[in-house]
Protein backbone atom coordinates (compact mmCIF):
# COMPACT_ATOMS: atom_id res chain seq x y z
CA UNK A 1 0.00 0.00 0.00
CA UNK A 2 1.46 3.32 -1.07
CA UNK A 3 1.77 6.05 1.63
CA UNK A 4 0.66 9.67 1.17
CA UNK A 5 2.96 12.58 1.50
CA UNK A 6 2.12 12.96 5.00
CA UNK A 7 3.70 9.61 5.21
CA UNK A 8 0.25 8.08 6.74
CA UNK A 9 -1.25 5.45 4.63
CA UNK A 10 -4.97 5.72 2.88
CA UNK A 11 -7.30 4.70 5.42
CA UNK A 12 -9.85 1.89 3.83
CA UNK A 13 -13.29 2.37 4.67
CA UNK A 14 -16.36 -0.07 3.83
CA UNK A 15 -19.75 1.55 4.23
CA UNK A 16 -22.61 -0.84 4.16
CA UNK A 17 -26.37 -0.09 3.73
CA UNK A 18 -24.89 2.17 1.08
CA UNK A 19 -28.30 3.17 -0.37
CA UNK A 20 -29.90 4.73 3.02
CA UNK A 21 -29.83 8.10 4.07
CA UNK A 22 -27.32 7.69 6.94
CA UNK A 23 -24.68 6.32 4.91
CA UNK A 24 -25.12 9.10 2.81
CA UNK A 25 -24.86 11.82 5.49
CA UNK A 26 -21.80 9.99 6.94
CA UNK A 27 -19.97 9.22 3.48
CA UNK A 28 -20.45 12.91 2.69
CA UNK A 29 -18.73 13.48 6.44
CA UNK A 30 -16.07 11.27 5.86
CA UNK A 31 -15.17 12.52 2.53
CA UNK A 32 -15.01 16.20 3.31
CA UNK A 33 -12.67 15.50 6.09
CA UNK A 34 -14.29 15.93 9.17
CA UNK A 35 -14.06 12.35 10.57
CA UNK A 36 -10.71 11.57 9.80
CA UNK A 37 -8.98 14.83 8.96
CA UNK A 38 -8.44 17.04 5.96
CA UNK A 39 -4.77 15.47 5.48
CA UNK A 40 -5.56 11.65 5.85
CA UNK A 41 -6.30 9.94 2.42
CA UNK A 42 -9.50 7.55 2.25
CA UNK A 43 -10.27 4.18 -0.08
CA UNK A 44 -14.26 4.38 0.00
CA UNK A 45 -15.87 1.44 -0.65
CA UNK A 46 -20.07 1.35 -0.76
CA UNK A 47 -22.18 -2.40 -0.32
CA UNK A 48 -25.75 -2.56 -0.98
CA UNK A 49 -27.96 -5.33 -1.51
CA UNK A 50 -29.12 -5.48 -5.21
CA UNK A 51 -33.23 -4.74 -4.09
CA UNK A 52 -31.89 -1.11 -2.37
CA UNK A 53 -30.20 0.01 -5.27
CA UNK A 54 -33.36 1.83 -7.23
CA UNK A 55 -33.83 3.34 -4.15
Given amino acids: MSSTGEG ?3 IR ?3 TGAAG ?3 YS ?3 QICSGDVF ?3 QEV ?3 LLDITPMLGV
Avoid: C, M, R, T
Fill in 8 to 10: KSP
Fill in 13 to 15: ILI
Fill in 21 to 23: QIA
Fill in 26 to 28: LLY
Fill in 37 to 39: GQD
Fill in 43 to 45: IVN
